[in-house]
């Protein structure tokens, strides 16, 4: 099964409010005019674009005047080029031109975010790479546990230390350690109390100015986890770390039959983050790069 064929069985949810709906809206042979259109712009609403809505209409209400667009087919071909326009392409794998190269994975407790991190070990140990996880979250022994666990299943090394101890200082910890055993990727695990945030904020912002003391240039990427069902909510949430450290991308998890996957258009129209990796499954292997066109086709077209 291709990524197309697994994003159309878990973004079921998303099509129905989107893909079927638009059908509903032309039956009977009904014409293009203003009412249609505003009423595909409430379901593009309902479908979780948020802000992207309007620029989408706004772009189909101008292709109408100018005769461009007369029946559902046109406006189907239209939406799709316009929400492909609103999803960067460079997202997905990066480069790991640094040894190792430093990820800082932040989100919210409850976001998927463990989970992505022991998937993501298994991506890169799978192509051969050499990975140490930093356990950062020392607040929730859970979650250390967690993180261990995953990575015993899939032979990497970790860094913890007990619980309540200076998170900064598992990150320093896990980079000198990662130089020792010459480890090709470090992936550092955050907290995510959203109802701390000022002291969040200054620890992910100590955790980078730590990692900075070992490689000027750590972390080399920062990557945001948003939980697929969140839908507009993702986007408060992601504002919030975003003001917190540097993110350089999304990865967004549990990608399933309850997901609200068009919440993506609005994320990339507000913070302009392309999105890396999607978690389409709680598997390890259920991390997938993120390709626009099979995201677009599953919701649109599927």
């Given at each position: 099964?291709?990524?197309f064929?697994?994003?159309?069985?878990?973004?079921?949810?998303?099509?129905t409010?989107?893909?079927d709906r638009?059908?509903?809206?032309?039956?009977?042979?009904?014409?293009?005019d203003?009412?249609?259109?505003?009423?595909?712009e409430?379901?593009?609403?309902?479908?979780?674009?948020?802000?992207?809505?309007?620029?989408?209409?706004?772009?189909?209400?101008r292709?109408?005047?100018?005769?461009e667009?007369?029946?559902?087919e046109?406006?189907?071909?239209?939406?799709?080029?316009?929400?492909?326009?609103?999803?960067?392409p460079?997202?997905?794998?990066?480069d790991f031109v640094?040894?190792?190269?430093v990820?800082?994975?932040?989100?919210?407790?409850?976001?998927?975010?463990?989970?992505?991190?022991?998937k993501l070990?298994?991506?890169?140990?799978?192509q051969?790479?050499?990975?140490l996880?930093g356990?950062?979250?020392?607040?929730?022994?859970?979650?250390?546990?967690?993180?261990?666990?995953w990575?015993r299943?899939?032979?990497?090394?970790?860094v913890?230390k007990?619980e309540?101890?200076?998170p900064a200082?598992v990150?320093?910890?896990?980079?000198?350690?990662?130089?020792?055993?010459?480890?090709?990727?470090v992936?550092?695990?955050?907290?995510?109390?959203?109802?701390?945030?000022?002291?969040?904020m200054?620890?992910?912002?100590?955790?980078?100015?730590?990692a900075?003391?070992?490689?000027?240039?750590?972390?080399?990427?920062?990557?945001?986890?948003l939980?697929?069902?969140?839908?507009?909510?993702?986007?408060?949430?992601?504002k919030?770390?975003t003001?917190?450290?540097?993110?350089?991308?999304?990865?967004v998890?549990?990608?399933?039959?309850?997901?609200?996957g068009?919440?993506?258009?609005?994320?990339?129209?507000?913070?302009?983050?392309?999105?890396?990796?999607?978690?389409?499954?709680?598997?390890?292997e259920?991390l997938?790069?993120?390709?626009?066109?099979?995201?677009?086709?599953?919701?649109?077209?599927?």
């Amino acid at each position: 099964m291709g990524i197309f064929e697994r994003l159309k069985k878990n973004l079921v949810r998303t099509r129905t409010a989107l893909s079927d709906r638009i059908s509903g809206l032309f039956r009977g042979g009904r014409p293009m005019d203003d009412s249609l259109l505003g009423e595909l712009e409430e379901l593009l609403y309902t479908a979780d674009l948020g802000s992207a809505a309007a620029d989408v209409v706004g772009e189909l209400k101008r292709r109408h005047v100018r005769g461009e667009i007369r029946g559902e087919e046109d406006v189907r071909h239209s939406l799709r080029t316009s929400l492909l326009e609103r999803l960067q392409p460079e997202g997905g794998e990066i480069d790991f031109v640094h040894r190792p190269t430093v990820l800082l994975i932040v989100g919210v407790n409850g976001s998927g975010k463990t989970t992505t991190i022991a998937k993501l070990a298994h991506r890169f140990r799978s192509q051969g790479r050499s990975v140490l996880l930093g356990a950062c979250d020392t607040y929730r022994a859970a979650a250390a546990d967690q993180l261990e666990t995953w990575a015993r299943r899939s032979g990497v090394e970790i860094v913890r230390k007990s619980e309540g101890a200076d998170p900064a200082a598992v990150a320093y910890e896990s980079l000198a350690r990662a130089g020792e055993l010459s480890c090709e990727v470090v992936i550092l695990d955050t907290a995510g109390r959203l109802h701390t945030q000022k002291n969040l904020m200054e620890e992910l912002k100590k955790i980078q100015r730590v990692a900075g003391k070992q490689d000027p240039e750590a972390p080399h990427e920062v990557w945001l986890v948003l939980d697929g069902t969140n839908g507009q909510n993702a986007i408060q949430q992601a504002k919030f770390f975003t003001q917190a450290v540097r993110v350089t991308g999304l990865i967004v998890s549990k990608l399933d039959g309850t997901a609200r996957g068009g919440a993506l258009f609005g994320i990339q129209k507000e913070l302009d983050l392309p999105v890396r990796y999607i978690g389409t499954g709680e598997t390890e292997e259920k991390l997938e790069v993120f390709e626009p066109e099979a995201f677009v086709d599953a919701v649109l077209l599927g």
